[in-house]
């Protein structure tokens, strides 16, 4: 299984669109495999989801992203965990054992801004 998680400086973003960078990992048999870092490469409505699917991505986490981004992954079969904080290595590792769990996105609770735009206003 392919992922993808937003990152930013070693840990998960809160927007997944608008992280600095992604972390690329490989899980086989609950083990992480090949793990690289990735630079964005860009914020545009329906671009992410063709990006990271053409990748072969298939589970997303994030802190929180837009509704209408959630619908676009939905849409290339990729599972989006979101509400998700802390660093990207310790939830890799609860990933592994079968114990992250998802919540609320970030995005979706009101009280999360960026740059003076709530998440649910633009889109991936």
Excluded: W, Y
Excluded at 7 to 17: E, Q, R, W, Y
Excluded at 39 to 68: D, Y
């Amino acid at each position: 299984m392919k992922i993808a998680i937003s990152t930013d400086s070693g840990n998960v973003s809160p927007h997944f669109g608008r992280c600095p960078e992604f972390t690329i990992v490989e899980i086989e048999n609950n083990q992480i495999g090949e793990k690289k870092l990735i630079p964005n490469p860009g914020h545009e409505p329906g671009f992410l989801p063709r990006f990271l699917s053409e990748l072969g991505v298939e589970v997303i986490i994030a802190g929180g992203a837009g509704q209408r981004a959630q619908m676009l992954f939905t849409e290339k079969n990729i599972q989006m965990i979101l509400g998700i904080v802390g660093s990207v290595d310790e939830n890799l590792d609860l990933l592994c054992q079968g114990k992250l769990a998802g919540g609320e996105s970030l995005c979706s609770s009101g009280g999360h801004d960026h740059g003076g735009r709530d998440c649910h206003h633009h889109s991936n």
